[in-house]
């Protein structure tokens, strides 16, 4: 399974192309092919997803109850945009102008690492994306504290 790390400026080019850092590029599994999925993102973000790591999303994502409104809604939020991809011969994604419209059509793109993911953000976007999870971390780390604390407890 893929493991991204780290955090790349990068610009995006008239056609809507990104090159792939050679760090991130390596970080694929090889299993994959080269072929990842894109999609928009939970937050303000777009989301390559690795085919390995989508089939295990699309996996859960199957276990909901289209009858069920919310299920759906949430079914058709995260499979906005989705569409399988590979990277050209000079390792560069093209980003649909339909995506493009969720990073705000921006020249200038972070593309940050997120373990299973990469996640695209216009850059100024994540910089108060950022800022703001800063300002809240001791809230957020007192919640997730007791999360992580009670799914111990689970497994024991």
Request: glycine residues 6%; neutral net charge.
């Amino acid at each position: 399974m893929s493991n991204f790390l780290g955090e790349y400026s990068c610009s995006v080019d008239d056609k809507g192309r990104v090159k792939m850092p050679v760090s991130l590029k390596v970080q694929f599994s090889a299993e994959d092919g080269g072929k990842f999925m894109i999609a928009k993102g939970l937050d303000d973000c777009l989301v390559i997803y690795p085919m390995e790591t989508w089939k295990e999303q699309e996996k859960r994502l199957r276990k909901l109850d289209k009858f069920n409104p919310e299920h759906r809604q949430f079914i058709s939020g995260i499979t906005i945009g989705l569409t399988q991809m590979e990277l050209d011969g000079n390792d560069r994604l093209l980003i649909s102008k339909q995506l493009m419209k969720y990073i705000g059509n921006s020249r200038e793109v972070i593309l940050k690492g997120d373990f299973d993911q990469i996640q695209i953000w216009d850059a100024s976007k994540y910089e108060q994306y950022t800022q703001l999870n800063i300002a809240n971390m001791p809230d957020i780390s007192r919640t997730v504290s007791k999360y992580l604390n009670e799914q111990e407890e689970k497994t024991k």
